[in-house]
């Protein structure tokens, strides 16, 4: 069974349109990410959500938003798309550790396009 | 904000050859991650660690908190050793992400 699974693989839609990401993870982890990798292959931290806290990075537009139906699923929702949000964006879960530090569970990633 | 530099960006060597990659970061951490991420671009997470060593099959990581650094090794590399190696640190209290540095692309040739 997969870990950490994300859809769609790939999604390629039109400027100004809105578009949603799903991530589910079946190892009854706790915290869960967003994460986005450039054109330059550089992973950046998007959200971070463990169902008690949301943290933003507070670089991420506002046109980004994660909604988390229950603690196994953490969905992106893209509004507006601009050709700039081009990119691929990486699931993720941990079990959060109080001491700090943990393995994280990466999702196969979705590659948007924007044209 | 923590700085992440890993170096080399970029490494070629013969298969058989000691693999080592350096990651050094600013400010203090509770955690280091070593990820590989493959051609297909798939993430997989090598090793966490906070203090001193860990071994798995051909790969050692190492860390030094005192000096900030880490260096991840590859012993007796292959060809499937060839992916993009990325460094990361978690700083943060409460459930926060990683920062990761721009990765180390290796490429093992027969």
């Known amino acids: 069974d997969t870990a950490v699974s994300q859809t769609p693989k790939y999604l390629v839609t039109q400027m100004g349109n809105d578009k949603s990401i799903k991530c589910e993870q079946n190892?009854?982890?706790?915290?869960m990410y967003w994460y986005k990798q450039d054109s330059k292959k550089f992973l950046k931290i998007m959200f971070s959500y463990n169902n008690k806290e949301l943290i933003i990075n507070e670089t991420v537009p506002n046109r980004f938003s994660p909604k988390s139906p229950d603690k196994a699923h953490l969905n992106l929702h893209i509004n507006s798309l601009e050709l700039g949000d081009s990119a691929v964006y990486f699931c993720?879960?941990?079990?959060?550790?109080?001491?700090?530090?943990?393995?994280?569970?990466f999702g196969p990633g979705t590659r948007l396009t924007v044209t | 904000k923590n700085e992440v530099e890993q170096s080399p960006q970029n490494l070629t060597a013969q298969e058989g050859e000691f693999i080592t990659i350096n990651c050094s970061y600013s400010?203090?951490?509770?955690?280091l991650h070593w990820l590989q991420q493959h051609p297909g671009g798939g993430i997989v997470s090598l090793f966490m660690l906070s203090s001193g060593k860990k071994k798995h099959g051909r790969l050692i990581a190492t860390i030094n908190i005192q000096e900030k650094h880490s260096s991840l090794h590859i012993t007796a590399s292959h060809p499937r050793d060839s992916a993009v190696y990325i460094c990361?640190?978690?700083?943060?209290?409460?459930?926060?992400?990683?920062?990761f540095g721009k990765g180390t692309h290796l490429i093992i040739q027969p």
């Open positions: 190892l009854g982890h706790d915290t």
């Open positions: 993720a879960s941990s079990q959060f550790e109080a001491s700090g530090g943990y393995e994280q569970y």
């Open positions: 990361a640190v978690y700083s943060g209290g409460g459930a926060d992400g990683l920062t």
């Open positions: 400010v203090g951490i509770s955690a």
